[in-house]
């Protein structure tokens, strides 16, 4: 078998493809959070919370209602976006004028209890959830193994980055959403509904969030706190693309997944920590992160 | 016409009222410093150094918080770090006094708060609390792989030791007045801090950052202190706290720590001085209530709910909101 600086080559490959699959769901994440903090200039500590929701959504609505995977792909986000809107609305919407630190400080709040309140009722232990039956198996490639629901993932997840991509940059929503980042009183002057808005924002970062948790509920353990731990990692992925661009988010979501994956085959002890480490370097020669416009 | 009021006048009022501010403050302090040194014969001793290694940290993190105006999302990394050197240190070398051990971990967690604020300090607002929360994360994962820590058990028997070499603190009541002397001369220190001149700078970073760089301060360097002071004495509570407990775990070292102390200050009222000790008993003691009733699953969704709830209704906090009180209706 081929070998590559002394490993195998389909177990590089096999954890290069994790870490692409890794990457995804930074990226999904870390997409979210963009969208939500150039209109809302608040940093979503729900987020993690919002992406557990969708996978237990999933898991929930499979077990007591029979719904299937490609009903929970589109019911499961529209649900927990719908909770997003809810929380904006009823929560955030009463602190705007404050310090941004306040609304971020409420949606960590809002995240303890949510994790909380699902912790007592599902245990920590985690739910089982099968792949659909399409998706069983996979195909082998010569020199390494995939499965189809792991390129599934990865087909999914740069559709979904590249279409929020498109809107953003592309549509005429998008262009009353980066209007509303660059001066949303004037916004509201031309008569556009900012509160509403910031609603629909604050809701679609959120489905983002959870659909990133639909795809995961078949491969990761679904548990009430499995958004806290992918969270933390997901914010020093955002410290070192920079909240500059959407673009930037979705790179560097993947490229550090990739990393990640790259140290689980050649020193595994820091494959955990490595994100982190890299964090450290770019606040060391690049403070304002790799993709980042402030100063 | 009349006499306009004459400048010495004024001054005298002033003077006047800022002394009779003093005096009330003096009384305040000195019933709370009776109270404390009386409690350990009403109460257990050992809630209650618990719940002065909590104020201190928390006094710790509002220094940082309530004063300069850094949210900190990383603290529990000075916690634990303090905790598990002191626990480290008293464990293996039986030379130790305890106020080495202690000083020791003080000493590390110090270093380290350096560390995390040289790498932060040149991120403002939102991802200063992002760079904060992953470096405590880096942190966490290097206890859970340290083989010293005892990964997810904990380290456990600490021996508690002699003060000085003389005073044993396998006594509660010994131990009680040891912290209680520290926690007092730490929030006397902040006291000091907080109204010298480099404090009044430090609120003036909070308030508006620009107008302190344009009046030629340095601004970074003013924040990275704060936030050393700041790490120490977090260390210290930690450092404190193993020694009380005996034991030291990864508890500390968790991002839920780091939301706690945030929770404690912001319930007692930040940016003021009793605000955070205050904060700190009210969650400690809610923490423990509902450990014994019927709520004791409960403990983490309803400290969620308390959040949620002062940042909505009460942001100045307990503190803050009576201040508050008192100013509007005592004109």
């Avoid at chain 1, 509160?195 to 009430?224: E, H, K, N, Q, R």
């Avoid at chain 2, 201190?56 to 598990?84: C, D, E, I, M, R």
């Avoid at chain 2, 590390?108 to 040289?118: E, Q, V």
């Avoid at chain 2, 991802?127 to 859970?144: C, D, I, K, N, P």
Wanted: proline letters at 3%; one cysteine or more.
């Amino acid at each position: 078998m081929s070998m590559i600086f002394g490993v195998p080559l389909a177990v590089l490959a096999g954890q290069l493809l994790i870490g692409v699959i890794n990457g995804a769901f930074y990226a999904l994440l870390s997409l979210g959070l963009a969208v939500i903090f150039g209109l809302l200039k608040i940093i979503n500590f729900a987020h993690g919370a919002m992406y557990m929701l969708g996978a237990m959504a999933t898991v929930i609505l499979f077990d007591t209602l029979g719904v299937n995977y490609w009903v929970a792909l589109f019911l499961a986000p529209l649900l927990v976006g719908a909770v997003g809107v809810l929380i904006e609305y009823f929560l955030l919407r009463r602190i705007a004028g404050q310090d941004h630190i306040y609304s971020l400080l409420l949606t960590f709040g809002t995240a303890l209890l949510i994790q909380g309140v699902l912790t007592n009722i599902y245990g920590v232990s985690g739910l089982r959830y099968s792949m659909p039956d399409l998706f069983k198996g996979g195909m082998n490639l010569g020199f390494m193994f995939l499965p189809y629901y792991r390129a599934w993932v990865i087909v999914m997840a740069l559709v979904v980055c590249f279409g929020t991509w498109f809107m953003i940059e592309k549509t005429k929503l998008g262009a009353y959403l980066r209007a509303g980042t660059e001066d949303s009183q004037l916004m509201q002057g031309f008569g556009i509904n900012v509160p509403l808005l910031i609603s629909l924002t604050y809701g679609f970062g959120i489905m983002l969030a959870a659909f990133a948790g639909v795809l995961a509920a078949p491969i990761y353990s679904v548990t009430p706190v499995m958004g806290s731990h992918i969270l933390i990692t997901v914010f020093a992925v955002v410290v070192i693309g920079g909240m500059g661009s959407i673009g930037g988010a979705i790179i560097t979501g993947i490229l550090m997944g990739v990393i990640e994956g790259l140290t689980k085959t050649f020193y595994p002890p820091a494959s955990t920590a490595v994100i982190f480490l890299v964090m450290v370097v770019v606040l060391m020669f690049r403070p304002a992160g790799l993709f980042g416009k402030e100063a | 016409m009349n006499q306009p009021f004459n400048q010495a006048d004024i001054h005298k009022a002033i003077l006047e009222q800022q002394k009779a501010e003093g005096r009330k403050k003096m009384i305040i302090n000195g019933v709370l410093l009776l109270l404390l040194l009386a409690a350990p014969f009403v109460m257990y001793p050992v809630f209650l150094m618990k719940i002065l290694c909590f104020a201190l940290f928390a006094v710790a993190f509002n220094l940082l918080f309530g004063f300069t105006g850094l949210l900190s999302f990383g603290h529990a990394a000075f916690l634990a770090t303090g905790g598990y050197t002191t626990g480290y240190l008293l464990s293996n070398f039986s030379g130790l006094t305890t106020e080495m051990g202690i000083i020791a971990g003080t000493a590390l967690a110090t270093l380290l708060g350096f560390a995390f604020a040289l790498l932060s300090i040149r991120r403002q607002g939102i991802y200063f609390a992002m760079v904060t929360l992953a470096l405590a994360q880096l942190v966490f994962f290097f206890f859970v792989q340290s083989s010293f820590t005892g990964g997810e058990d904990g380290m456990h028997g600490i021996p508690r030791g002699e003060l000085f070499g003389l005073i044993s603190l396998e006594n509660n009541l010994n131990m009680y007045y040891f912290v209680l002397a520290v926690f007092i001369a730490c929030y006397l220190l902040v006291q000091r801090i907080v109204s010298s001149p480099y404090g009044q700078v430090l609120k003036s970073i909070k308030q508006n950052e620009p107008r302190a760089v344009s009046l030629g301060y340095n601004v970074h360097r003013y924040k990275i202190l704060a936030f050393v002071i700041s790490a120490a004495l977090a260390g210290l509570a930690g450092s404190m706290k193993s020694v009380v407990f005996q034991l030291a775990s990864l508890n500390d070292a968790h991002w839920h720590m780091s939301g706690e102390v945030i929770l404690m200050t912001l319930v007692g009222g930040m940016g003021t001085l009793l605000g955070p000790v205050i904060g700190a008993t009210f969650v400690v003691n809610l923490e423990y209530q509902l450990s014994q009733g019927p709520l004791r699953d409960w403990v983490d969704p309803i400290l969620g709910g308390v959040f949620v709830l002062t940042v909505l209704a009460f942001r100045s906090g307990i503190v803050g909101e009576i201040q508050k009180f008192f100013r509007k209706n005592m004109g």
